[in-house]
């Protein structure tokens, strides 16, 4: 029997896309690619190059998103578009009946973010399809309690981050801060979690380092939160996490894109994040075909706590009205 078939949109690797790879790794645990977007005769061309280099053969390219759904029988769509387009996807989607893995953030750069993803969240779930948002850092944690055998049995008391995205200001708050907020949501998952008491460094839209600190409350506990983001476009970024005081450093080795958890001398391999998150998409996409849906309350409760740090970014004060 044959695998579940994907459709891609954002098929390029333009900038920080990860379409070739989702593509590739799809094909690697079992999925077929048959068709993706683009946005352009041109663009479809490139695209095809792209993911051929990946090994992704055959894949069908489109310019109009209603002739691909019309003419290809897909059982779920992968977005890996700006977040910006998000959306109108996820309503074409919504609308055909398909499941969805989408980059995160889910949705952004619109009003009332977290309650278009509530309502988003409810309408796929009503309609017995599965929602998934691409968040990949939780995939890390079994290498970090193989690190520090016995942490995950501790109670979780203090959390602390940093990363190194590519964009600026407010931007920096959509492409980085859906990695620690998904990873605080796996460590000490409740439907009741709260970001409380926001802090943020700095509101200058220019920002190329920001500092964020909160609290994660839930009915277990407060775990105090610090999130730092240090703007770069050098490769490889620098990325690391901090759980109750207990450090470690993601390496990667650009030469054959291999991944390491580093705690001082101890060094693990680690198994490629994305290539986790997609096997488990495809887990959660095998039960929903059977009518299995996994609890949908982890994304509109990942976007209230990304709306409340974007806001108390957007109120703070810019250095030069500080003064």
């Not at 990667?252 to 096997?279: K, Q």
Request: glycine residues 6%; aromatic residues 6%.
């Amino acid at each position: 029997m044959s695998g579940p078939r994907v459709g891609l949109i954002g098929a390029r690797r333009v900038r920080q896309g990860l379409g070739p790879f989702v593509a590739r790794f799809l094909s690697e645990l079992g999925a077929e690619v048959p068709a993706f977007l683009g946005t352009s005769a041109r663009s479809i061309q490139a695209a095809s190059a792209d993911l051929e280099r990946h090994g992704v053969t055959g894949a069908r390219g489109y310019t109009n998103l209603s002739d691909m759904l019309a003419r290809e029988d897909l059982d779920a769509l992968a977005i890996l578009s700006p977040a910006e387009t998000h959306e109108a996807y996820l309503e074409a989607a919504r609308n055909a009946g398909l499941h969805v893995l989408c980059e995160k953030p889910l949705i952004w750069g619109a009003a009332n973010l977290a309650q278009r993803t509530q309502n988003i969240a409810e309408d796929f779930s009503a309609r017995g399809l599965l929602l998934a948002e691409n968040c990949q850092w939780p995939e890390v944690l079994p290498t970090f309690h193989e690190l520090y055998p016995g942490s995950v049995d501790e109670p979780l008391e203090s959390f602390a981050m940093y990363l190194s995205p590519a964009s600026l200001g407010a931007q920096m708050i959509g492409d980085a801060l859906p990695h620690p907020l998904s990873l605080l949501q796996a460590l000490d998952p409740s439907t009741h979690a709260e970001l409380m008491d926001p802090r943020v460094s700095s509101g200058d839209p220019a920002a190329e380092e920001l500092a964020l600190e909160f609290l994660y409350r839930t009915p277990r506990a407060d775990v105090e939160v610090k999130i730092e983001l240090i703007r770069s476009e050098s490769l490889p970024r620098r990325a690391g996490l901090t759980i109750n005081g207990r450090t470690a450093e993601r390496r990667i080795r650009l030469e054959d894109y291999s991944l390491s958890l580093v705690a001082g001398t101890r060094e693990l391999p680690l198994e490629d994040p994305l290539l986790c998150r997609l096997r488990r998409f495809l887990a959660d996409l095998d039960l929903a075909r059977h009518g299995r849906l996994p609890p949908p309350f982890p994304i509109p409760q990942r976007a209230r706590m990304l709306e409340r740090l974007l806001e108390t970014f957007q109120s703070s004060e810019t250095p030069e009205t500080s003064h």
